[in-house]
């Protein structure tokens, strides 16, 4: 099967987890990159005004693969706006796809994205895996958003995440 791993990564988790993952499975590995820098502002203006940034590579590769795996983070509740050139791309365009994540997670678990994957690619993922910071950090005192933005997944947390994504991707591979 030719599996694409596409991440966007803010501060470097998602990337990180993605580019083990791609490496355990030998599949191709892009990292999205944007013409313009992203700040917390810009990020604000997508969600606002629904934006669909310009990204690099071009949604158009996907249509070389039979199973693409996305994996980007979760901001304020929806799924990181540089994937949704992607996911635009993939309704007119159906393909499988999966959908990885790790996010935050100090406000508890974030229900909407399944939905928001639903309405854009016109399918559900062949895999959703929601990952939480937060389960990496003492849950006494509950952890905050301030800590779960701060942490960095270490090398031993990105062993132990790609092993359960791997796993988990078996029965769809
Ligand atoms: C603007 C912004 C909004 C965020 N909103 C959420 C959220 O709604 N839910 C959540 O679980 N985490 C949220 N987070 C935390 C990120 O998902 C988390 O820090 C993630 O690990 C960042 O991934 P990255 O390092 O790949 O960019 C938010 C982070 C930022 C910067």
Same mark, same amino acid.
């Given at each position: ?38 700040? %917390?502002? +810009? ?5 606002? !005004?629904?934006? #669909? ?5 071009? *949604? /158009?590769?996907? &249509? ?25 791309? %993939?309704? +007119? ?5 999966? !959908?990885?994540? #790790? ?5 508890? *678990? /974030?229900?909407? &994205? ?60």
């Amino acid at each position: 099967m030719n599996i694409a791993v596409i991440s966007y990564s803010f501060s470097g988790n998602n990337d990180t987890l993605a580019g083990s993952v791609a490496k355990e499975l030998s599949s191709e590995y892009f990292q999205i990159s944007e013409s313009k820098p992203r700040t %917390l502002s +810009t990020i604000t203006m997508d969600m606002i !005004f629904s934006r #669909i940034p310009l990204v690099q590579p071009s *949604p /158009n590769l996907l &249509v070389k693969y039979d199973l693409i795996l996305f994996f980007g983070p979760i901001w304020m509740g929806q799924v990181t706006t540089p994937l949704r050139p992607y996911l635009k791309h %993939l309704k +007119t365009n159906p393909n499988k796809y999966g !959908f990885i994540s #790790i996010s935050g997670g100090a406000d508890g *678990p /974030n229900t909407k &994205v399944s939905g928001e994957l639903r309405k854009r690619t016109g399918a559900d993922p062949v895999v959703f895996i929601d990952l939480y910071i937060a389960d990496f950090i003492s849950t006494n005192p509950k952890p905050t958003r301030k800590a779960t933005s701060a942490y960095k997944l270490d090398p031993g947390d990105i062993k132990q995440l790609t092993s359960t994504i791997v796993k988990k991707l078996m029965d769809v591979t």
